[in-house]
């Protein structure tokens, strides 16, 4: 087994996971980078070996059961542990999303990707993450998912989204679900916000970039084994649910 701490990073490719992947990274550890896109994912690999990292290409569709248990397979034989899983990987549907407009499978999508992914992504790791001495559990959510802001006058929440902005709050009630059954383990697991970032995601009208918005998961991916579990965070600490 390895003696760095082994990382996976979902949606590594670009934009915000890429970043989370080399902050980690620059830390010395071995980073997965979890990608649908062979040539996309080979290319961020490339990259961070560049700079210095010990990357590793992880083959990952997260909606794809098949692809998941190959992913888990091929760490388990690299490293036989996992110590760290960041779930990054998401999509927002595709904007307008009007409630009384919206397609249902563009909700489905989303609900698929950003909370069933992440559902089965974690649970086929955690044997994995069971073996490390201080496992963590990173979910990359959203304020917009943040029923108190969504119903604060004033607040600042986004376009109104019936598929991405729900997701996101049915992510962090998962998450809490996950900190309530592992509370008894040397799991954390927490649900943290990176900002409103310039990534493909939003075509790049975010107004922090793709590094800053890496900064919580890389806190949450660091926390000591006192830290919390079960909370939203983003850079200025707890966000209301």
């Not at 909700?107 to 490390?132: D, F, H, K, Q, W």
Request: hydrophobic fraction near 40%; proline fraction near 6%.
């Amino acid at each position: 087994m390895s003696e760095r701490t082994i990382a996976l990073v979902t949606g590594a490719n670009k934009g915000i996971g890429y970043e989370i992947a080399a902050g980690l990274g620059a830390l010395g550890w071995s980073v997965g980078v979890g990608a649908r896109s062979d040539e996309h994912r080979q290319a961020a690999v490339e990259k961070l070996r560049a700079a210095g990292a010990d990357a590793f290409g992880v083959p990952l569709d997260v909606t794809d059961d098949a692809s998941v248990a190959a992913a888990t397979e091929l760490i388990e034989e690299r490293a036989g542990r996992l110590d760290v899983l960041v779930n990054n990987a998401g999509i927002t549907g595709g904007m307008p999303q009007t409630p009384t407009t919206v397609d249902p499978a563009t909700m489905l999508a989303a609900v698929e990707t950003n909370v069933i992914g992440v559902i089965r992504v974690t649970n086929a790791m955690l044997p994995l993450l069971r073996r490390s001495a201080s496992p963590r559990i990173v979910n990359m959510s959203s304020t917009v998912g943040s029923l108190t802001r969504q119903t604060t006058p004033g607040a600042e929440t986004g376009p109104i989204s019936a598929a991405y902005a729900p997701s996101k709050t049915f992510l962090n009630a998962v998450t809490v679900q996950y900190a309530k059954e592992l509370r008894d383990t040397n799991i954390l697991i927490n649900a943290g916000c990176p900002g409103f970032c310039a990534t493909d995601l939003n075509g790049f009208r975010g107004v922090r970039t793709p590094e800053q918005g890496a900064a919580i998961a890389i806190r949450l991916a660091t926390l000591p084994d006192d830290g919390p579990t079960g909370g939203f965070f983003d850079d200025a600490g707890p966000v209301p649910w």
